[in-house]
């Protein structure tokens, strides 16, 4: 691309590629959408437009800044290093408009903007009542829940995707600051009619016999019965691995086998027909966390919800 001449000067000037008659805001969001999704179809469904919409104004946008964005290996669409740079330059330039508009909100007394949270499966069943009170006081912020197992949450961290993250075991290579806020007790479930059910101070060899129901890789909640036997001596050597909370309770009912969920799981919709079994050194004790990078620069929103949750943000940036 040739770069345009300076009319007073005649001297050639710097390139432009950003250029406000040539690429728009909106397109920019178009172009994260698909970034984030890596699929054209998927970004069209999420931004409720058509899908030739969503590939003209990728392809105008490539045009504009004289980059190739993405490329296709197999039917995902992959960023070129031009769409790197591109993705990180358009999160932060949202981030600082949401800021904007949050800090306009201020002037008005107001606070309001986005929330963004991560939380790990588990602790969809606790956010919700935090949640659903906060929402009531600030009802101008919206909120943005998302809900994965544990490395799939560090996976957004790592990204900076949310404002703060809803974990039980906080990755500790990180420089992220964690808030306990509320215990996260583990315990062993069967069905009511279980042998085991009703016996005082469980042994393993007494549990040994049954098989054992663990989350996928990944889960938190594997992670932590994993260190727990591997402390014990005891195999872990699961029966049956069940991707959902609730799929290994209804498996537990069913009389598959027993399994270690949190106390949470155990109770959310009731306990139905199943049970905690009283096992020597149980329930394992564990506690939620939230968690946000440690220099994080906190939105209204954000540091609302931080108070809401009574946590101070100890050395957190505030904007
Ligand atoms: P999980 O995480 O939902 O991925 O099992 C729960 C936890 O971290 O305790």
């Keep these: 691309m040739i770069d345009p001449v300076d009319s007073g000067t005649g001297l050639p000037t710097p390139r432009r590629r950003f250029h ?158 964690a808030h306990p806020f509320a215990d996260n007790p583990l315990v062993f479930i069967a069905p009511a009619d279980h042998p085991l059910a009703g016996k005082a101070g469980l042994s393993w060899n007494e549990l040994a016999a049954w098989p054992l129901l663990v989350r996928e890789a990944g889960s938190g909640t594997r992670l932590a019965i994993e260190r727990v036997f591997r402390a014990r001596g005891w195999p872990f050597a699961p029966r049956m691995v069940i991707a959902s909370n609730e799929a290994i309770k209804e498996s537990v009912l069913a009389g598959l086998g027993i399994a270690v969920v949190s106390r949470h799981t155990l109770h959310h919709g009731g306990g139905g027909d199943l049970v905690e079994l009283d096992v020597e050194g149980f329930p394992i004790r564990t506690a939620w966390s939230v968690v946000y990078w440690r220099l994080k620069v906190f939105s209204p929103a954000a540091e609302a919800f931080l108070a809401h949750l009574g946590v101070t943000a100890g050395c957190a940036g505030r904007r």
């Design 20 to 177: 406000t008659r040539q690429t728009t805001f909106r397109q920019l969001e178009i172009f994260l959408e698909v970034a984030r999704r890596g699929s054209v179809t998927e970004a069209a469904r999420a931004l409720h437009l058509a899908q030739p919409t969503v590939s003209t104004q990728l392809a105008r946008l490539q045009e504009a800044l004289g980059e190739t964005l993405f490329e296709h290996l197999g039917r995902r669409l992959d960023l070129t290093a031009a769409g790197e740079v591109l993705q990180r330059g358009c999160e932060e330039l949202f981030d600082v408009l949401e800021r904007i508009d949050s800090r306009l909100g201020a002037l008005h007394g107001l606070t309001r903007g986005t929330l963004r949270l991560g939380v790990v499966t588990t602790a969809k069943y606790l956010m919700p009542a935090y949640l659903g009170a906060f929402c009531r006081r600030f009802p101008e912020v919206e909120v943005q829940f998302s809900i994965c197992n544990r490395n799939e949450l560090v996976s957004r961290l790592e990204a900076n995707q949310d404002d703060f993250y809803v974990f039980s075991h906080p990755p500790t290579e990180l420089d992220i600051t």
